[in-house]
Structures are given as C-alpha cells and as structure tokens.
C-alpha cells in the first residue's frame, strides 16, 4: 500500500521548512508515492509554482495551508490568556476549484483581516469559505490536540465536533508519524476521540526536512528564524522524524490501523482540479458614445496618430497601424493598452515625467501613437512582432519609468480608478545567497561577526553573480584551507551549502503592479508585508500578492512594471533649473539628436551623469568608436551588456567604425539591414529581419527563431535553424552562405539586444549628454540633487563639476534649498539635504522661517526656525558644514554660544505659543519674552583651519570649504599626471625604473 503526504511544509514555510519543492517532487516521484500536498504555514507562496511543476513531473499536486485559528473572533488582537497563543493550527486542502478559491479567499482574509503575530482565520470565515475544503486536525499544537493536552476532553469533543458539522465527511482527524514529545500519547487520544465521534483519521507526518539527515540544518534554520543560539537548551526543537517519510516508515508507526494510510490515498483521489487558462484584464470604462473597446482604441490611435504624422497619413504609417491594430483588437487586447494609455496620459497630465519607452513595447506604432512610447517605430526599424507576435500570443508587457518621485503618484491613481481591493504590488523573496547563508549559519553557530565577515568577503560576489557556498570551497583557496583544516568552519560551512537558496523573508517588488477585474482575492491570494517599520498586519503594511511576479504571469494576470528611474527626476530638476535662471525651458523632444556639441563632450570622455554610459568601459567605447550620432549611442547600449562583451562583438564594431577592418556582407541583401552596425548583428530584430529576407517567413515566425536562439535551447535551435536554413535554400541562397550566416545568428544573435529599448533608453541618454554640453551648471545641481544621501556620488559629480569650471559653494542657511541650487552658469550652492544630520523637516522649518526674510544673525536664525524641528544635533550639523559662515561670526563663536541662544530661543517660542503677549505687543505680566539689548557672538578665537576641516569632513563626508593638502597644490600639479577622478579611464603605461 502507497501513502500520500498531505501535511507538507517547504521552504515557503519561512525559515520554519526546508524543502524546496522540486525536491519535494522528486522525493514523492522516487518514493512511488501518486500525490503529494505542500501545507505551508498561513500562506500559499508555493501553490501555483508547485503545481505547475508537479503536473509537468506526472506528480498529482494537492494545494494546501496549514491556516492559523484564532480561538475567538479573529478581529480581536490579544492572547486568550498570559503565555498562550493566539492561533490553533489547522490543515486545509482544496478538493476542487470551489475549494482552491476558498483557500484563496481564507489566506487572504486572514493576512487583512486576523492578522496578530500570524495570519489568522477564525470559525466564522471557515464555515463561510468551508466549500470545496478538506481539513485535518494539525499537529500539537491543533484546537483539538491542545485542549486534549490540557485534559480539556470535553473542549476537544466540542471543537471536533463542530469541524466536522461544518466540513461533513471531509473532516479528518490527524495521527504523526513521529516521536516528537507527547506524540504517542496524543495519537492514541486522537484515535480514541475518532471512534467516539465515528471520524475517519489520516497518517501525516508534518514534514518539514527531506531526509534524516536533514535534521541538524533544519534545526540551524530554526535558530535564525528564532534569533537563537544553536547551544540555546531552552529553544525550540523539532523532532528528527519529522522528515519526508516513505509508506513502509508511516506503515510501521500504525501497524493496526492500515485505514490511516489508506485514507491518504482516498483524498489524493477526491482533490484535484485544473487552474483555468485564462486572462484576467479589467474592463476598462467607456466613454457612452462608444461600445466597445475596440472601437475606443481605434479612435484613440489614429487621432494619436494624426498627431504625430499629420492629418494626412502616409500608405507605411497607415498599413502599420492598421496590421498592429487588427492584431491587438484580436487577440483581446485592446483593454490592456488602454489601461497603459490611460495612466501614462494621467501621469502627463499632472505633470510627472514618463520615460520614452522601455522594452519591446517601443516597438508598436500604436503605443507610439497613443503616446505610451516616444520613439517611432517606423524612423528606426523595430517591430512590433518583438513585442506582440500574433502567431504565438501572450499577454503584451509594457513597463513604463516615471520620475522616481513622484512614481507613487501614479500607482495611486490606478487605485482610485479600479478600486483599491483591485489592485495591489507584487511579493518579492529574499533568498540566502551565499554571503547571507555564511553570517546566518554563523551566527548561530556562535562565529563573531568579524568573524563571518572575513569568511563571506572571500566570496566573489556581484550585482549579477554570486559563486556558491559550495563552489567557493573548491574554487576559493582559502575558504577550501580552512574548509580541510578547522572543523568549526567545516561545519558552519556544510550547513550554509545545505541552507543556501532558501527563501528567508518576504518583500515589495520594487516596480511591479498588478491589476484585476475584480477584488484581488477573487483572483490570488493575497497577503499584507511590513513597510516602513509598520507590522505586517497594521494599517501601514503594504499589500501584496502571495504569487511572485512569474506565478502571476502565468496565472493570467495583468500585472506591469511602474519604475522609479531617478534619471528622469535629473532631467526633470535640470529643466527646472534652466527655467528659473533663464526664463525659458528647453523642448528635449524638439532638439536635434545630431548636435555636433553633444557628440563632441562624448568623444572626450566626459560622461560622467550620462545615462548609461558612466562606467569606465562605456567611456572608453563611445571614445574608440568616435561617437559621432545617435545610432553610435544606440549600438553601444546593446553592445555593452555581457554577452556581447564576452564575445568581443563590441572590438569589432570599433574596428570597423574607424576604418581598420573591412565591412563585408555575404550577401547584397544584408546590406540594408546590418550596414547601420557594421555588419555586426548587434539586435534582435536584425535576426528578425535577416530570417524574413533570406528564408522569406514572416516577421511572426521570425520571432520564433529569435526567441529559440535567445533560450540558448539546443533542441530547439536546432529545429528553428534547420527551418530557416530550409526555406532559404530552397528560395536559391548558396547552401554555404546560408549554413554560415546560421552559425553567425546562433553565436551572435544569442547575444543580440532588443533595439526597441536600446532605442529607447538611448534617449534618454542623450537628453542627460545635450543637458550637460549644453547647460551644464543646471545639469550638475540636478544630478547632486539626485545623489543626496550617497556621499561617494556627491564627491564624484562636485568634482566633475569643478573640472567643468563650476564653483559648488558650501551651504547656506539664507541661500540653500534642500536641493543643490545654482546660482548662476558657474556656481552651484550646495543643498541642506546632503547635510548629515539634517532631516526635511529641520529643512522645511529653515525654508518656511526665510520666507519672511533673510536671516540676518546667528541668534535671528536660532529665534526664528522651529526648535522643535531644529535640535541641538541640527544646530551643530549646519555649523560644521559651514551653512551659518554668512550670519557675522565663525564657527567657534557659533559653537560657544550655541547652548544659551537654543535655550533663550527655546524659552520664547513657548511663551510665543501660549499667548503672553499684552493687548500692546509687549511680554505679558510675568513673561521674559524675547525683547533684549542686541546680542553678541562671544569673543573666542576662530577654529584652526584642522579642527574646522576635520568637522566638516565628518558631517558633509568630504571637504568643500578647503583641502588639508592646499598649501601643497603646486607641489602636487608639479609631480602627479592625473587627479583621483580620472583613474578610473586612466590606462597606464609601462615604465623602466634605473
């Protein structure tokens, strides 16, 4: 006899399971077992990324939750009573559709509604959603297995009881399979209750590791959970048997009683449905003269288009746009593009700057001409079928940028327009990767943090790579010594293999959105995830689907990326600046993308602040290829990306861009297609176009090869090849020339960047090079603007700036906003904002006391700023950094006299508050009131210039009013080649010494 698990926990289960589920698949698969349950605790993170790959495996899935119950009404947030817990713990498994949507609708409820310590339904929401469901008793800590526990027999009679009147013959009560203490005697009570109560029971064994010897890295897990030692005697254990059990294992627990085994495979039987395949896009509202949204769409993108062509459109335009048109209309899409249509026109309509395009979605004339996009299609050769390819559909993905400030603004707006429980942000996971899983591991294994600090460092690590635990080993010789030589790191490091990978907390995806026709929950579950110090379960804690953003996908639902990217904020500030010291604001989108002065700043290297291109190796690109236009910016963004670097694709666009390597084509109608890169396919859509030209297939099927060629699939390259190889020799190409363009698409085109969103970002590029060619002052306060908080930046760009000839000056309270200002076309004032120590309201209250005038004293500013804004650690921050040098005295004198103007200061605006002022203006009877003989700054010498230095440095990060090297300037001009800015592009050269 087989047994099924339907009491499961993986590694969703946070920092309380240790499966993860592709183990768990072929755990089941290799045991012979026909179906097997995950019961994550209070979620279902797992359920559409376990099913689907069970399903693919031959596996039976069973979707469940191990749900928390409250004992009451789960509104009520408190302890029943001192040291008991506030939930009972209850296993639910969907038997059908009914029953999954249920599941759906309990986890989310229970995260928006019950939350306390732990998402929690409570009876009320389970006889409401109990169709559908299949439950079980849980573990020891059960309502049942609790009261049983407590000799509160009558307790446990009544609450099974009423379990099984809600749930009927879907009610079970639970046996374990192991030795966990009370275990033995809670199963023969259970078995006892069973046959009083004539309730059916099933075998479980609450499986929270996969083998035996999983034990001890499950139980670490358990302590960085926990917060605790591993030594820690008075922590909580589980038992070594609660692992992924075979039959024979369960079998031998309960020899008498085959039915619990039995009973497994009955319910493995019942459970099971298939997810519907379908698309979940809210209707989107029509104005009355209009029926359908096809027909809003249509109107919409030929007036749209008008616009942009003119009321006159040419046969190329009017083709395009009706082919896109019939496709979206099609294939049901014309409510997704009017949804992006509708918040990006809100966006612009308040006045909140939208990036030009990202992704392939620059690639259709319709989202061009409903103004989603601002790069034409047609001027730059992108096609639409990279983006919506009408043979193989799918949902369209467009993700738009917005200025990085004001990005909540329009999440905002589409949740006043579908409705806030129709709209949510996404949930991200935090994973142990490698250098987290060594601090976690050793930091319950007793390592000092120094300690495990040392260890991690020894790993390669990266924004886009990371070597494994176990790769180090072998691979990093002194993480492989002290692997063979010192058991407390052989150990902590075994451990940190074991766990690294596993999910160890929740987050908010930074940019993803999701939208549904309906309340959320009727569609996925949903879940609550701390923000800003809230809880999970407070009026503060953000909402978020339980499914990750590639469940959610597949799940059919709408869900888009709405990204904060700060380059537009830049823009948007230096626009401003432009604005207020000129009196008139540049069109970017009117300006010549050829002006010779721009190309000029590139080809010398001054790319610091420019889109994209500030690393060293982009620098050294734009100047090896002589940048001389916009398509030089556009080949460059695709070829600066790691697999075309590894492939030295980026040498030979260089060579051939200065004339030192011949450009061939192996054929004359390659020409027009590679002849704007060199004859280096750079872009996806040269692959495209190469295949429709050659094999003659349409732009459709071409994309199949694309894609083939991009997966890296070798099967599948092979096929696609094969067709496009087929076709175009039987359309009489050579078979030589063919079969080597072949091997050109697969090793070059598997590399290739969609030049939709080269094209795109490439804009934006080239909006921040023209700003500072052309305005650099303004250009230069916005960019520091756009780094406060990040010192290192702070020092880059005052630097540039200065290289520049533009004076950034030291703040001051009379001149300086919380931004950096300028002043005029050479000098910058710095922003109170990159001041340590100095929050925004600090800075609102200075802001909002000049408006009445300047500050004319150092005791002025103290009497007239808001004391309850400005403290003590305010005060000294703007002396340091020089921001009250302009109010007649000097630092020392500042720092002297700080205490009794605060308290004098302080003193006033309390009696100013509570109103003891005479009829006549005077103090009050009684009041000190701020009326006295002019003050004046102590007598105290003036700070040495390194005392002065010193504390500057300590509250900006940097110096600015001075340098401790100045008296040495000229000594150093004479003996050093570079300044520390220019290393990073500096190659040097060798020398001979003697």
């Known amino acids: ?224 959970g926990l917060g605790k030692d591993y030594t820690d005697q008075n922590r909580m254990h589980y038992d070594r048997g609660l692992y992924f059990k075979s039959a024979p294992e369960v079998r031998e627990r309960f020899p008498d009683r085959p039915d619990v085994l039995e009973n497994t495979l009955r319910i493995a039987d019942e459970a099971g449905f298939a997810f519907e395949k379908k698309y979940y896009v809210p209707s989107f509202p029509l104005p009355p003269e209009v029926k359908t949204e096809n027909e809003l769409l249509v109107q919409l993108a030929r007036a749209g288009a008008q616009e942009r062509y003119g009321d006159e459109l040419s046969a190329e335009v009017r083709e395009r746009l009706d082919y896109e048109l019939d496709v979206i209309t099609r294939t049901g899409y014309a409510g997704y593009f009017l949804i992006v249509y509708d918040f990006i026109k809100a966006a612009r309509d308040l006045g909140i700057p939208v990036g030009p395009g990202r992704g392939s979605a620059a690639g259709s004339l319709v989202a ?70 060594i601090k976690d591991v050793g930091r319950t294994l007793g390592f000092t943090p120094a300690e495990t600090d040392a260890l991690a460092k020894l790993i390669p690590n990266g924004p886009a790579f990371s070597l494994t635990v176990k790769d180090a080993v072998t691979q990093v010789p002194e993480i492989r010594k002290l692997y063979g030589t010192d058991e407390r790191y052989t150990r902590l490091l075994d451990y940190a293999i074991a766990l690294e990978g596993l999910s160890r907390h929740t987050g908010v995806h930074a940019a993803g959105v999701v939208i549904a026709p309906g309340p959320l929950d009727e569609y996925v579950p949903i879940a609550t995830v701390s923000s800003k110090g809230a809880g999970a379960g407070s009026d503060e804690s953000v909402v978020v689907t339980q499914y990750d953003m590639n469940c959610l996908e597949k799940a059919g639902m709408l869900k888009m990326d709405f990204l904060g990217l700060t380059t537009l904020t830049v823009i948007r500030d230096a626009l401003d600046n432009i604005q207020a010291r000129t009196g008139t604001r540049p069109n970017l989108d009117a300006v010549d993308t050829r002006d010779p002065k721009t190309y000029q700043m590139l080809r010398a290297g001054r790319t610091t602040g420019v889109f994209q291109f500030e690393s060293p190796l982009a620098t050294d690109m734009l100047r090896a290829i002589r940048c001389d236009s916009f398509d030089d910016l556009v080949a460059s963004n695709a070829l600066l990306r790691p697999g075309p670097l590894d492939a030295g694709m980026h040498k030979v666009y260089q060579r051939r861009k200065r004339g030192e390597e011949p450009v061939s084509y192996a054929l004359p109608e390659l020409e027009p297609i590679l002849k704007p890169t060199y004859g280096v396919i750079t872009y996806q859509e ?174 002025d500013f103290t009497d007239r700023v808001d004391l309850r804004a400005c403290n003590k650690r305010v005060f000294e921050a703007l002396i340091s950094s020089g921001a009250m040098d302009g109010l007649g005295g000097h630092r020392a004198q500042y720092w002297t006299a700080l205490d009794s103007a605060m308290q004098e200061a302080s003193l006033a605006q309390q009696e100013r508050e509570m109103g003891q002022v005479s009829m006549f203006g005077g103090p009050a009877d009684g009041a000190t009131g701020a009326a006295h003989a002019p003050r004046v700054l102590p007598n105290v010498a003036p700070m040495a210039e390194s005392e002065r230095l010193t504390r500057e440095k300590e509250i900006l990060g940097f110096y600015i009013s001075g340098h401790p090297l100045e008296p040495y300037r000229v000594e150093c001009e004479l003996f050093a080649s570079h300044t520390v800015s220019q290393l990073g592009t500096w190659t040097p050269e060798p020398m001979t010494l003697g």
């Open 1 to 224: 006899m087989s047994f099924v698990h339907l009491h499961c926990h993986s590694e969703y289960s946070l920092l309380d399971g240790a499966n993860r589920i592709d183990d768990l698949i072929a755990r089941a698969l290799e045991l012979e077992q026909p179906a097997l349950a995950i019961t994550d605790h209070g979620n279902l993170h797992a359920a559409w990324e376990f099913q689907e790959k069970a399903r693919k495996a031959k596996l039976k899935p069973i979707i469940g939750m191990e749900a928390y119950v409250a004992p009451g009404d789960r509104r009520v947030k408190g302890r029943p009573a001192p040291g008991v817990k506030p939930y009972y713990h209850l296993v639910l498994l969907a038997r059908d559709l009914v029953g999954y949507r249920n599941l759906v609708k309990l986890s989310s409820l229970a995260y928006t509604e019950g939350f306390y310590a732990k998402p929690r339904v409570d009876r009320e929401l389970l006889a409401k959603y109990s169709e559908g469901l299949i439950v079980s008793s849980a573990c020891l800590a059960g309502e049942i297995a609790v009261n049983l526990d407590a000799g509160n027999v009558e307790g446990a009679r009544e609450a099974a009881s009423w379990y099984a009147d809600v749930f009927k013959d879907r009610y079970y009560l639970e046996v374990q399979a192991h030795d966990s203490e009370g275990q033995a005697k809670h199963n023969a009570a259970m078995i006892k209750l069973g046959e009083e109560l004539n309730l059916p029971l099933i075998a479980t064994n609450d499986a929270h590791f996969l083998t035996a010897g999983d034990h001890d890295a499950h139980d670490i897990l358990l302590c960085i």
């Open 686 to 859: 040269q692959v495209m176009r190469l295949a429709q030209t050659l094999a003659g297939i349409s732009l459709a099927e071409a994309d199949v090869l694309r894609k083939a060629v991009g997966k890296k699939d070798a099967e599948l390259i092979k096929l696609e090849l094969g067709k496009f190889t087929s076709k175009a020799i039987a359309r009489g190409y050579d078979r030589k020339i063919i079969e080597e363009l072949a091997g050109q698409i697969e090793t070059f085109g598997r590399y290739g960047f969609n030049k939709s969103h080269s094209v795109a970002y490439s804009v934006i590029s080239f909006h921040t090079a023209y700003l500072k060619a052309h305005y650099p002052a303004d250009f230069m306060a916005a960019i520091l603007s756009s780094s406060i908080g990040d010192t290192d930046s702070v020092v880059k760009f005052i630097n540039e700036a200065r290289e520049l000839g533009i004076e950034v000056l030291p703040p001051d309270v009379n001149e300086s906003g919380y931004k950096f200002t300028v002043l005029d076309d050479k000098r910058i004032r710095f922003g109170l904002g990159a001041i340590r120590n100095v929050g925004r309201g600090a800075i609102d209250s200075i802001l909002s006391a000049r408006r009445a005038g300047t500050f004319t004293s150092f005791y």
């Open 368 to 437: 061009y001409a409903l103004r989603i996009t601002d790069v034409c299609p047609l001027q730059y050769d992108l096609l639409f079928e990279r983006f919506l390819n009408p043979e193989r559909v799918s949902m369209p993905d467009i993700d738009v940028d917005f200025c990085f400030e004001r990005r909540g603004e329009v999440i905002e707006y589409v949740r006043q327009k579908y409705g806030k429980e129709s709209v949510g942000q996404i949930v991200t996971f935090g994973t142990m990767k490698s250098r987290a899983a």
